[in-house]
């Protein structure tokens, strides 16, 4: 069964350092998404994306954060200058379409520690 | 309460036992999902159930929904030790963004 993939599943970096998250989503779907995690805390949504343009973003997706589709299968997520409240386990997501009744998988995760 | 709010925070259970959880929601919405979440792990998903749909099966899940309460209730029925996790409700209003809940933590004990 298709899934969705992520790497790396665990990332240290040193706080102002710049980092790079990368998916893989279900190669049929349009619709790519990032959420994070932070510990005990609920899921939040941080930005969706289409047709190559972010479609929609959440106040925590600031300056600091952008996304990219290099190329056919990769979608990423970079963070500029990481703050250590950028800890969390990050989860990308896709969807095959973006109407109303259209499920979002979701990749297993990257937990990102900020020293 | 808040968007995706869910009841109990915890649940402990017999294995065999039905599993209910509950979940609030403030807005309206699309769809409700329901996803599942071993500790530490990804988010596995569960059931979709439309705004115009009132109860929806996938094997042993059974979903609710009730939009005039904006209320959803999961029940696993038959429970094994390998549900023991924790489960979420996200809505979808507008746009494409998931609200999430708070999660229940379900633990099936042999």
């Known amino acids: 069964e298709p899934e969705v993939t992520q790497t790396p599943s665990h990332q240290v970096t040193q706080m102002g350092q710049e980092v790079i998250l990368r998916c893989v989503p279900i190669s049929n779907h349009l619709y790519f998404y990032w959420y994070r995690q932070i510990l005990g805390q609920k899921v939040e949504f941080l930005v969706s994306f289409y047709n190559n343009e972010i479609s929609e973003k959440s106040e925590i997706f600031d300056d600091q954060f952008s996304v990219e589709r290099p190329d056919g299968s990769n979608f990423t997520l970079k963070i500029r200058s990481t703050k250590l409240e950028d800890s969390a386990m990050y989860f990308c997501?896709?969807?095959?379409?973006?109407?109303?009744?259209?499920?979002?998988?979701f990749g297993p995760g990257t937990r990102l520690t900020v020293l | 309460s808040q968007q995706g709010e869910e009841d109990p925070q915890a649940l402990s259970i017999q294995e065999g036992e039905n599993a209910t959880m509950n979940c609030s929601y403030k807005?309206?919405?699309?769809?409700l999902q329901w996803y599942r979440q071993n500790s530490g792990r990804g988010l596995v998903h569960l059931i979709l159930i439309r705004s115009n749909e009132r109860e929806k099966h996938s094997g042993r899940l059974r979903v609710t929904l009730d939009t005039s309460k904006k209320s959803s209730s999961l029940l696993i029925t038959a429970s094994r030790a390998a549900d023991t996790a924790s489960y979420f409700c996200?809505?979808?209003?507008?746009?494409?963004?998931?609200?999430f809940g708070t999660g229940t933590q379900l633990k099936v004990e042999l």
């Open positions: 997501a896709s969807s095959e379409t973006g109407g109303p009744y259209n499920e979002q998988f």
């Open positions: 996200a809505g979808r209003g507008g746009g494409n963004k998931l609200t």
């Open positions: 807005t309206s919405i699309n769809n």
